[in-house]
């Protein structure tokens, strides 16, 4: 599920015009900001009784970051706007439905001395999906 995610967040028009960086687990250190991170929390399987596929739940933790607050901020309203009410495709998988726990605002503030920190909205996602 994380490339046919991956591969969603980067086709997304409203995303993509802020940026096309989506890294799993970590972004390299020298990543261009705004990028997303996506994070797997936790994986859930739903056995069928009648025997017609299996539905899966993951969870995700989405990282909007970047080093203007209002960019992390309209990059997680964009991915917010976009994957909450999404059902389809998603690479080699089908998604039935997402729910959006809890979204975070953080910011870390520069280690180099520098006068830019990171700003990070966080999304904390389940899907449930199928494999197609």
Not at 1 to 17: A, F
Not at 84 to 95: K, L, N, W
Request: net charge negative; glycine share 8%.
């Amino acid at each position: 599920m994380k490339s046919g995610l991956t591969s969603l967040l980067k086709g997304e028009s409203t995303i993509s015009s802020i940026t096309s960086r989506v890294y799993v687990t970590k972004a390299p250190q020298t990543a261009t900001m705004p990028y997303v991170v996506l994070e797997l929390q936790d994986t859930d399987e739903f056995e069928s009784l009648d025997g017609t596929g299996d539905l899966r739940k993951v969870s995700f933790a989405i990282d909007c970051q970047s080093d203007i607050s209002t960019e992390a901020e309209t990059l997680g309203k964009a991915i917010r706007d976009f994957i909450g009410d999404y059902t389809g495709a998603a690479g080699s998988f089908t998604i039935d439905a997402v729910n959006l726990s809890q979204e975070i605002s953080d910011y870390d503030p520069p280690k180099d001395g520098s006068e830019k920190g990171t700003h990070t909205v966080t999304l904390l996602v389940d899907i449930f999906y199928q494999d197609t």
